[in-house]
């Protein structure tokens, strides 16, 4: 994980919407900012891959019962989308690893993102909340 703590940049664009901590949730939150971003005319991939992967954990980790996630996608004048998504259970905040123990279903996730991303990070807050971010530089994909 990119440890350096990064603000986020001033938005030329930004999209932001709710959703339920559900498998449906994290489909949908694909889905959107898949729209979203064919609506910029962003290139969908790796964002896509990335939405996915952190819609997913917010869904298995950030789980908090009545409560949900929100999906933040902001793009900056220089060529920056930066993705956050923004769950309920601050306290439970990912931990890196440099290969899952042994073969597994699971437990790829932020191997993927790390691959995907130019940085990535968590933010505690706001309270009680954790904000997973992540950020790719357009410039490489056009």
Not at 1 to 28: D, E, F, H
């Amino acid at each position: 994980m990119n440890q350096r703590i990064t603000a986020p940049r001033t938005p030329l664009r930004q999209y932001t919407v709710p959703l339920s901590t559900t498998c449906r949730g994290a489909r949908l939150a694909r889905l959107l900012a898949a729209e979203q971003l064919e609506a910029w005319g962003v290139p969908l991939d790796p964002a896509r891959l990335i939405v996915a992967e952190l819609a997913a954990n917010a869904v298995l980790h950030g789980r908090v019962p009545g409560r949900g996630f929100r999906l933040t996608l902001a793009l900056t004048m220089d060529g920056v989308l930066r993705i956050e998504v923004i769950d309920p259970r601050g306290e439970n905040a990912p931990v890196t690893r440099d290969a899952p123990p042994e073969p597994a279903e699971s437990g790829y996730g932020l191997l993927l993102v790390e691959e995907a991303a130019d940085r990535w990070g968590v933010l505690p807050g706001p309270f009680p909340c954790k904000t997973v971010w992540a950020e790719v530089e357009l410039g490489r994909f056009r």
